[in-house]
């Protein structure tokens, strides 16, 4: 296999671990419904879906998280219990600092929304450092529909076997596959460090 051009990672679960409890936990404390109620509301629901689909402009997620859990409080305070759920995985991070090192352009492609890119850009300064950013609210469209693998592949200018991608998912990393991408599935940093360093030799 040729030596990829570009390293493109998936955010969650690879670079950053999340809790959406710890935001249902935090959030309880200012709403109506309990925290279980909460994470029902939010975590993997079609509310959710729809809003890092880009379907939902902020304020109307806001506005409908708010009216489903009874949250008493303002956009600035729910923004912050919502987004603070991210714990940086270490290695691979520094995974990531290696590839820019050794000069290979990186891209973020990942299912996700506006709160959350707002608050991981202050937070977690290694997320300013990718060349490049391919993310579903903005692209209205999610991992795995084709279009926006298209984006991807209109961003950073390569294809195919040119492109390097990690993801957790098995169903994002097989249309990368499909697509004719060089991929790993994602399951532990030690296999994944390995094959990414094998692949682009640094
Ligand atoms: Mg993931």
Same mark, same amino acid.
């Given at each position: 296999?040729?030596?990829?051009?570009?390293?493109?990672?998936?955010?969650? &679960?690879?670079?950053?671990?999340?809790?959406?409890? !710890?935001?249902? !936990?935090?959030?309880?404390?200012?709403?109506?419904?309990?925290?279980?109620? *909460?994470?029902?509301?939010?975590?993997?629901?079609?509310?959710?879906? /729809?809003?890092?689909?880009?379907?939902?402009?902020? &304020?109307?997620?806001?506005?409908?998280?708010?009216?489903?859990?009874?949250?008493?409080?303002?956009?600035?305070?729910? #923004?912050?219990?919502?987004?603070?759920?991210?714990?940086? *995985?270490?290695?691979? =991070? #520094?995974?990531?600092?290696?590839?820019?090192?050794?000069?290979?352009?990186?891209?973020?492609?990942?299912?996700?929304?506006?709160?959350? *890119?707002?608050? =991981?850009?202050?937070?977690?300064?290694?997320?300013?450092?990718?060349?490049?950013?391919?993310?579903?609210?903005?692209?209205?469209?999610?991992?795995?529909?084709?279009? *926006?693998?298209?984006?991807? /592949? &209109?961003?950073?200018?390569? &294809?195919?076997?040119?492109?390097?991608? =990690?993801?957790?998912?098995?169903?994002? =990393?097989?249309?990368?596959?499909?697509?004719?991408?060089?991929?790993?599935?994602?399951?532990?940093?030690?296999?994944?460090?390995? #094959?990414?360093?094998? #692949?682009?030799?640094?």
């Amino acid at each position: 296999m040729n030596r990829p051009k570009a390293v493109v990672f998936d955010l969650g &679960k690879v670079l950053l671990d999340f809790d959406y409890g !710890r935001a249902a !936990r935090h959030l309880a404390a200012h709403s109506t419904a309990s925290d279980l109620e *909460i994470r029902a509301a939010l975590d993997q629901s079609p509310l959710l879906h /729809e809003y890092e689909t880009g379907l939902l402009s902020t &304020k109307d997620f806001f506005a409908e998280a708010v009216s489903r859990i009874g949250f008493k409080g303002d956009l600035p305070t729910f #923004a912050r219990f919502f987004a603070d759920i991210f714990t940086p *995985i270490d290695d691979m =991070i #520094a995974l990531h600092g290696e590839l820019r090192q050794a000069g290979v352009p990186t891209f973020i492609f990942s299912n996700t929304n506006e709160l959350a *890119i707002a608050h =991981i850009r202050r937070a977690h300064g290694f997320f300013n450092n990718f060349t490049g950013y391919v993310l579903s609210y903005e692209e209205t469209a999610m991992k795995p529909t084709p279009r *926006i693998y298209e984006a991807v /592949e &209109k961003m950073t200018w390569l &294809k195919g076997p040119e492109l390097l991608y =990690i993801d957790d998912r098995l169903e994002n =990393i097989e249309e990368g596959r499909r697509r004719g991408w060089q991929t790993v599935h994602h399951e532990n940093s030690t296999a994944t460090i390995s #094959a990414v360093r094998q #692949a682009v030799s640094v």
